[in-house]
């Protein structure tokens, strides 16, 4: 489908995405990086794919596990990225895997695919659309404010962090937007 709706944490899996996608363009340096979405069995899947030289196979088993050596020949990262992108998928219920069947398309750059089950049906609702068509910023208060949620604590403090200066930028950003009292 051209447009794929679902209701989801927008916040964590916009840091995931862009986690995975920063990841992958690490180990990118001619080819393509995409991201996509498709809906698979009824659920919206979506996927950061790469032509970069792939996951050695001695790495897979715990490419998510927390503290892995990293991948790249310099040595960037701590080894808790992976593993963070997972702790943020299994708090929204869904799955996140390496898919090892993938290969690039390009000769001799097997590439990686990294597939995110949010384990939701697509959101079909027209005022649901038009919801979402209304919000103008990604990260607007509604985000942490839906339907069921508890209200937020008027004060906190917050340690963030990401060895990518992006994401910590982007964290803070975010947490200032949408909780101008906190730390």
């Known amino acids: 489908p051209e447009r794929i709706l679902v209701q989801a944490d927008r916040l964590r899996l916009q840091q995931v995405i862009l986690n995975l ?16 979405a498709r809906v698979e069995d009824g659920n919206v899947c ?36 992976l593993n963070l992108c997972k702790s943020l998928i299994d708090l929204m219920q869904g799955d996140i895997w390496l898919d090892e069947s993938f290969d690039s398309g390009i000769k001799g750059r097997p590439g990686s695919r990294i597939v995110i089950d949010l384990k939701k049906s697509p959101t079909l609702s027209d005022a649901m659309e038009s919801s979402m068509l209304m919000r103008t910023s990604a990260l607007s208060e509604d985000v942490l404010l839906e339907e069921g949620c508890a209200p937020l604590p008027t004060s906190l403090n917050i340690l963030f962090v990401d060895d990518d200066r992006i994401l910590r930028k982007l964290g803070v950003r975010t947490l200032a937007k949408l909780t101008p009292s906190w730390n």
């Open 46 to 81: 979506m996927f950061v794919e790469d032509s970069g030289p792939g996951v050695p196979i001695e790495k897979r088993n715990n490419l998510f596990c927390r503290f892995q050596e990293s991948l790249d020949s310099m040595a960037q990262g701590t080894g808790v990225g």
């Open 21 to 36: 996608g920063r990841n992958s363009t690490k180990f990118v340096d001619s080819g393509y990086v995409r991201l996509g």
